[in-house]
């Protein structure tokens, strides 16, 4: 529609421009007739004076003549003129009007036989011809009249002459204006076709950018609407694009988003519209989709098209994409519903592990109005003193006694009822309110840790776990809060450990490794959690100030199955970096059987005892349990 706009509105100032062009033009042709028009008066007005400049000087030449009525005289006075090109015939009349003498240049240029009665000087012009006539006085009284008649063609010459001479100059400057007005308006089309591809194409991948995106949309919904097909809208979102530009930089950011979008394009048809609408999220929109299985094809072929890593400069980079689908008309009856959708379903495929495609369906927008109730809920949790924290124990393998705790978050809500931390935490995540939240919890922590550390019962304990979240990680006030908390409270530092994901410290290996630098100096242990699922190498581990790993549940929960294998290699790998080891999510005596002749050190899982509130802690902590036989 917008490029309709467009060729109209450059028709309509081609029009202009013609207009303008036309309407010199005529100025110029007005301009050049009064020129000529003047040009005319004036030349006839110089023929006129100049004649009877001749007129007179003959006429004082001539009164000797009229006096004596001497007819020779006269004729030698006139043949003066023909000195004078452009006097045809000339006549000197005595006072009585009868003629003296006359003089003709050619036979057919006869003068009148009598003066014309004229008191005075006078002038009179034909179209061919202009006649002079000029009294002859003597002593006051008039004696005699002389007449010239000259020819106008010599005017008439010059006339033309300067008429093509002003044609020439006026055709000149009306053919300069013409160049000139052209080359402005190419260089305002050139002007505008500029400004049109910045405001519709992404200057860093060149792919058409939102504005075109809106454009090619509305028309392709038009089009389906015509044709009665649908259009299939994907959103695509790059997973940790952010980590390759905090980590290698902007530049390297723009350049993978440059082959990210080749890619796109090699792999998908060249009737499918790629657009990028936003730092790391490209859409595409196909129309129409001939069958049922096309979206889902679409979306698979562009995860199989990312899977392969990409090549920037010394650095293999795998890039992965969380993809929303969304159809029109079937689950969107307009532009704005069929991208909320796509969101809504991109939002899905990147909560349920990223690297993935979801198909939008209505009940997704239920969920997300769930997930908006919650975040409205959480966000007034603090406040309303509805958290609380469970702690969960973990067992040293060789001693079988409590040597740890985990602190973990719980959320009853008064509208909701009692929420998992699994479904609050992300959902604290994305709405910042993971920040507060976890002072809140660490505060309490440390604060519960210190009246139990004073009160003798963590004589066994090594330390209370408390878990880190990613945005915490990024938190620049994060240790000024940590060691104001441990000071305000007086729990000692060796008492606490940070338990930060394996998935979130390799988000940013950099910025975290000088936080856990920083963790490592303040005197608090360091655990990674979730280990097994973050991709992390060796060369990374042995660089990073940590004192345990714990394996992932999922893996725990695979042994003596599948799981085995990775979990021995995984405490292989950590007591080869003098590294602890603890399993988590153990819940049957074959798990601990295997994981206790496999090395693992520590072992947390209901198997031994699930979360639980500080009073009923504090009664396990005082009873000084034997949970397993030494
Ligand atoms: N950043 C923060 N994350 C927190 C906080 N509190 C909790 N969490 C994280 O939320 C996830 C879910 O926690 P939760 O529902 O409390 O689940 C924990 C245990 O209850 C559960 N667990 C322990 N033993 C077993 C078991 O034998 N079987 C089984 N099915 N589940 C078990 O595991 C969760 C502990 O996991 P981990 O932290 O990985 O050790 C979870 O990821 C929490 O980390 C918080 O305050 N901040």
């Known amino acids: 529609m917008r490029a309709r706009a467009r060729n109209t509105t450059r028709a309509l100032g081609r029009r202009v421009a013609h207009l303008n062009m036309l309407a010199a033009g005529a100025a110029l042709a007005l301009a050049g007739i009064l020129l000529i028009v003047v040009q005319f008066i004036a030349l006839r007005g ?47 009349y005595g006072p009585a009007g009868a003629l003296l003498t006359s003089y003709q240049r050619l036979p057919a240029s006869a003068v009148p036989a009598a003066a014309p009665p004229l008191p005075a000087p006078h002038h009179q012009f034909s179209a061919r011809h202009v006649e002079v006539t000029e009294p002859v006085v003597a002593n006051g009284a008039r004696i005699g009249t002389v007449l010239i008649r000259a020819t106008m063609a010599p005017l008439y010459e010059r006339l033309a002459s300067f008429t093509g001479f002003t044609l020439v100059v006026a055709a000149g400057s009306y053919a300069l204006a013409w160049l000139l007005v052209a080359r402005m308006r190419r260089a305002v089309q050139r002007a505008e076709d500029h400004l049109h591809y910045l405001a519709h194409v992404d200057p860093i991948t060149a792919l058409p950018n939102r504005n075109a995106f809106n454009d090619k949309l509305a028309t392709a919904l038009e089009h389906a609407d015509r044709q009665e097909t649908s259009v299939v809208l994907l959103l695509l979102d790059l997973d940790n694009f952010k980590v390759v530009n905090d980590t290698l930089g902007h530049n390297s950011g723009d350049a993978l988003l440059q082959m990210v979008a080749r890619r796109l394009t090699d792999t998908l048809r060249s009737t499918d519209v790629i657009c990028r609408i936003g730092g790391d999220e490209f859409v595409v929109i196909v129309e129409p989709h001939e069958d049922e299985t096309e979206p ?296 601990v059987r295997f994981l206790r002749e496999a090395g693992c050190d520590v072992m947390q899982g209901y198997y031994f005892a699930k979360p639980m509130a500080p009073e009923v802690l504090e009664r396990l902590l005082s009873e000084r349990r034997q949970f397993l036989a030494a």
């Not at 004649?51 to 009229?66: E, K, M, P």
């Open 46 to 92: 110089a023929l006129v004076d100049d004649l009877q400049v001749q007129a007179r000087i003959v006429g004082s030449n001539s009164s000797a003549a009229l006096l004596f009525q001497d007819r020779r005289a006269g004729a030698e006075i006139l043949a003066g003129l023909a000195a004078s090109p452009n006097v045809q015939s000339a006549a000197i």
């Open 296 to 591: 889902d094809a679409v979306a698979r072929k562009i995860l199989h098209a990312l899977a392969a890593p990409f090549q920037l400069e010394h650095h293999l980079l795998y890039v992965s994409a969380s993809i929303g689908v969304n159809v029109y008309p079937q689950y969107a009856h307009d532009e704005q519903a069929l991208m909320r959708g796509a969101d809504t379903a991109m939002y899905y495929a990147k909560n349920s592990g990223k690297n993935d495609y979801e198909t939008f369906k209505p009940e997704m927008e239920q969920l997300a109005r769930k997930r908006l109730k919650l975040e409205a809920n959480l966000r007034r949790a603090l406040e309303r003193n509805e958290l609380s924290l469970h702690y969960q124990p973990q067992i040293d393998v060789r001693s079988g006694r409590m040597t740890g705790l985990e602190v973990l978050t719980r959320w009853t809500c008064p509208e909701l009822g009692p929420v998992s931390p699994a479904e609050f935490i992300p959902v604290a995540e994305e709405s910042g309110v993971i920040v507060p939240l976890g002072r809140w919890v660490l505060q309490t922590a440390c604060r519960q840790a210190a009246a139990w550390h004073r009160a003798g019962l963590l004589d066994e304990i090594s330390h209370v776990a408390v878990n880190l979240s990613a945005c915490q990680t990024r938190d620049s006030d994060l240790m000024a809060d940590v060691n104001a908390i441990l000071g305000e409270t007086g729990l000692p530092p060796a008492l606490l450990e940070l338990e930060i994901t394996e998935g979130v410290l390799m988000e940013n290996v950099h910025a975290n490794l000088a936080l856990m630098q920083q963790i490592q100096t303040a005197g608090i242990h360091l655990s990674i959690d979730d280990f097994g699922t973050g991709y992390s190498s060796m060369a990374y581990l042995k660089r990073f100030p940590i004192d345990q790993l714990k394996i992932d549940r999922s893996f725990v929960n695979d042994v003596p199955g599948d799981g085995a294998a990775i979990a021995t290699a995984i405490i292989a790998m950590a007591h080869s970096l003098n590294l602890k080891v603890v399993a988590e999510g153990v819940e049957t005596e074959q798990q």
